[in-house]
């Protein structure tokens, strides 16, 4: 396996291989980068929709599927930001989303494969640029650009994602190297990637640590987290929402998934690559649909890795006590990695619902107990090592 053959790099991980600032759309897209760049201003008046729906409709199908690929992506971007902000930006949920949105968000969408609303991939991986474009991808020199409200919170909330994205750039090309390195029965090679792996742990979860530096959990839950939701299990929306003017949904509402930090493709790939698995449960069914909401290229990397990887096998066979200990270390790791994704459900989700009359605390976005499951997929995570 090679991690070029899926759109990604070493360096980059699972972001987008470009910088959404250097893309140039063509001049039809002019007033939808005019609203999306203003989308604070317009949410603030607090009648979005009645801007946004002054919006001419480019008629983007024929678009969409000749156009080069950034620029659909960067598409995706903004227009998803749009059809969140006229879902969410107001009071009530509406029923319907108008086909001056509708359309031109379903044919981006089909190009790339994905759900017609805003995805992990269009909030973070494509939605980032360097501050100095001869620098690092650093939390000093990134920054969000297509927001909601905008702020520090939200700016950085994002920020901490697309840092952590770009470390785990080592962990997948590793992955990929011990497919074969394990099929090849290296011993000594396959304990040295494992030994960076572990490094790059360490990295990632230095910054997963820094989200309280600067995201308060007050602000994320009220407003930041309201824009990301979805169509599924959603009381505001009985049934997920009519896409008006497209003809594919034949006027029948479409009960999407929000976005959710759980599309992230990195833990997953892990799973797969150390074949970790998980008993029934709610928040697996939940996983595995979400599975389906990654680009294309990054499901295809995770399914190949979860069919090729005989590591487990490699490793638990090998005599080498050393590399015995730097699977654990990894597989320890990602461990680690969910009990601070549950910490920071409990005080950015689970503490802040809590507050509200008639709210479920244990209740995700997707409508799943997350506290629950969270910890049993974090104890089943830990309980399979070798």
Avoid at 95 to 117: E, F, H, I, W
Avoid at 122 to 129: E, F, I, K, P, T
Avoid at 303 to 314: C, G, I, K, M, Y
Avoid at 347 to 376: C, E, H, R, W
Wanted: hydrophobic share 40%; aromatic share 10%; proline share 5%.
């Amino acid at each position: 396996m090679e991690i070029q053959d899926y759109g990604m790099s070493r360096a980059r991980g699972y972001l987008s291989h470009y910088e959404i600032d250097d893309i140039t759309l063509p001049s039809r897209f002019d007033g939808v980068k005019q609203a999306a760049g203003n989308l604070s201003g317009l949410l603030s008046s607090g009648r979005v929709r009645h801007w946004l729906n002054d919006l001419a409709d480019p008629v983007l199908e024929d678009w969409a599927r000749e156009a080069p690929e950034e620029e659909v992506r960067t598409a995706m971007v903004h227009y998803s930001f749009l059809v969140q902000a006229y879902v969410w930006g107001e009071p009530e949920a509406p029923q319907y989303l108008p086909a001056n949105l509708a359309r031109p968000m379903v044919a981006v969408a089909d190009r790339l494969g994905q759900a017609a609303l805003l995805p992990y991939s269009g909030y973070v991986l494509d939605n980032w640029a360097r501050l100095d474009k001869s620098g690092p991808i650093t939390l000093e020199n990134i920054y969000m650009v297509q927001n909601f409200l905008g702020g520090d919170d939200e700016n950085w909330f994002v920020m901490i994602h697309v840092a952590i994205e770009a470390e785990a750039g080592v962990l997948l090309d590793n992955a990929a190297k011990l497919v074969t390195v394990a099929k090849n029965g290296d011993d000594a090679e396959a304990e040295r990637l494992l030994v960076e792996m572990d490094a790059a742990w360490e990295r990632i979860y230095a910054h997963f640590a820094r989200m309280p530096e600067r995201c308060d959990p007050y602000i994320y839950f009220h407003r930041v987290r309201p824009y990301i939701h979805g169509w599924a299990n959603n009381p505001a929306l009985d049934g997920g929402l009519i896409y008006d003017g497209v003809e594919k949904f034949g006027g029948k509402p479409q009960a999407f998934r929000g976005q959710t930090g759980s599309q992230s493709s990195i833990v997953p790939a892990m799973d797969a690559l150390f074949q970790v698995g998980h008993s029934a449960d709610p928040l697996k069914s939940f996983l595995d649909e979400l599975h389906h909401y990654r680009p294309v290229p990054h499901r295809r990397f995770i399914e190949d890795l979860a069919a090729q990887s005989t590591l487990r096998d490699f490793v638990t066979a090998a005599g080498s006590q050393s590399l015995k200990d730097a699977f654990n270390a990894c597989l320890t790791q990602s461990a680690r990695f969910r009990t601070r994704h549950l910490e920071y459900a409990a005080s950015y989700i689970n503490k802040q619902a809590g507050s509200i009359a008639g709210n479920d605390p244990d209740v995700g976005t997707g409508g799943t107990p997350f506290m629950k499951y969270l910890k049993k997929h974090r104890d089943e995570n830990a309980a399979q090592l070798v």
